[in-house]
């Protein structure tokens, strides 16, 4: 059982296709998160959602998109991607308050996305 | 079905103290194992272990992975108050349905 779930589990893609994630989490949290996780490299924060607005982005290439149209769900766009994109790529939602703090973090299951 | 299990749940500790977590796992097609500290904010990654009684360390941190018996254990010496946190603990495939299963963390709170 998880409270953020993510599809698709699996992606492999061109690098001139465009693709989608999707994050969603029933917790009731009003502040979502994209995370990249490459191969023996910490986890990078991409994107910070906080009440449906974008509040951080961490010099994240154009080429990945976010949109959050609900604080139950997220997405993460992308277009044009590069093969060094490939990674495992973390949802997590949390609750926040306006000021910009969170609490903890809780993770979906993650997309594996590889660029061919 | 893939699974992490963490043990124990919370723990209390004093200043100074080792403390030992533990972390078990099923996992069809093991290709890594990651502990991350998590705070109230973004998560830290501490160690990715891929090897079997390869220690890691990290300052007071450490980490070692026995892929026979399917588990690892996290050690934090001489603890500080700053080191109050949740642990998670996630297994990584290669293959199967998900990418990535953590297991539902440890709570360590170090007091004074």
């Known amino acids: 059982e998880t409270g953020v779930t993510q599809t698709p589990r699996h992606l492999v893609m061109g690098m001139t296709n465009k693709k989608s994630l999707k994050c969603e989490q029933h917790l009731g949290h009003n502040a979502m998160y994209w995370y990249k996780q490459s191969a023996k490299k910490p986890l990078e924060l991409m994107f910070v959602?906080?009440?449906?607005?974008?509040?951080e982005n961490n010099s994240v290439p154009s080429r990945f998109s976010p949109e959050c149209p609900n604080s139950s769900h997220l997405f993460l766009h992308l277009h044009t991607l590069q093969p060094e994109d490939s990674a495992l790529y973390l949802c997590?939602?949390?609750?926040?308050?306006?000021?910009?703090?969170?609490?903890?973090?809780?993770f979906g299951p993650g997309t594996r996305l590889t660029v061919t | 079905e893939d699974k992490v299990v963490q043990s124990p749940l919370s723990l209390v500790v004093h200043e100074g103290d080792t403390v030992t977590l533990n972390c078990s796992y099923e996992?069809?097609?093991?290709?890594?194992l990651l502990w991350y500290k998590q705070e109230k904010k973004a998560p830290t990654f501490l160690f990715m272990l891929?090897?079997?009684?390869i220690e890691k360390k990290s300052g007071r941190l450490s980490s070692i992975l026995d892929k026979k018996e399917l588990f690892s254990i996290l050690n934090i010496t001489a603890t500080q108050t700053g080191d109050s946190a949740v642990y998670l603990c996630a297994v990584e495939a290669s293959t199967g349905n998900t990418p990535l299963v953590f297991g539902k963390g440890t709570r360590l709170s170090v007091i004074a």
């Open positions: 997590a939602s949390s609750l926040a308050n306006p000021s910009g703090s969170s609490y903890e973090q809780y």
């Open positions: 891929t090897s079997s009684g």
């Open positions: 959602y906080n009440f449906k607005e974008q509040t």
């Open positions: 996992v069809t097609n093991f290709r890594s």
